[in-house]
């Protein structure tokens, strides 16, 4: 009986995966991914819209995803080749952004001030496609004082 325990206690004691809602292969896992999109088939949004899952990292700290860095930064998306209302908001706790987006292309800022220094994520470029979904990284960094 004590066997039978044990072995049933090590079956669940796997491996715990969260899920990230970035691309596989990991990607978004060190500073040099910052600039970077992967493209992938699929998307929740309808006709003429795909979908932009992006993550803000930091070199602002060891930890790349310390959340005094990324939690709740105010964003903008921008349709960059037409112009037109930008789509506002912050970023979850965990720096991600998830939107449905019209097919074109899209510029993406973030901002975040301390004291007088204005530090910013942006990436310019983001090209959302009908039904897939874009996967981008970027990095907020702050100006040297």
């Known amino acids: 009986m004590r066997l039978t325990i044990l072995a049933l206690s090590a079956l669940g004691c796997g491996p715990t995966y969260i899920d990230t809602g ?6 978004c896992e060190s ?4 600039g ?23 070199d602002q700290s060891d930890d790349m995803f310390d959340p005094y860095y990324v939690a709740y930064r105010a964003f903008s998306l921008e349709p960059s080749e037409t ?44 090209e959302i ?6 996967n981008a990284c970027v990095v907020l960094t702050c100006p040297e004082e």
Do not use: Y
């Not at 970035?22 to 990607?27: G, R, V, Y």
């Open 22 to 27: 970035l691309a596989d292969p990991p990607f």
């Open 31 to 34: 500073l040099t991914d910052g």
């Open 36 to 58: 970077k999109t992967v493209l992938e088939d699929g998307s929740e949004a309808s006709a003429g819209s795909g979908s932009l899952h992006l993550r803000v990292i930091t």
């Open 83 to 126: 112009g037109g209302v930008q789509t506002t908001g912050n970023t979850n706790g965990d720096g991600l952004v998830e939107k449905t987006l019209g097919a074109t292309t899209w510029d993406f800022e973030a901002t975040w001030t301390r004291g007088s220094t204005t530090c910013s994520a942006v990436m310019n470029g983001l």
């Open 129 to 134: 496609q009908e039904g897939k979904t874009t």
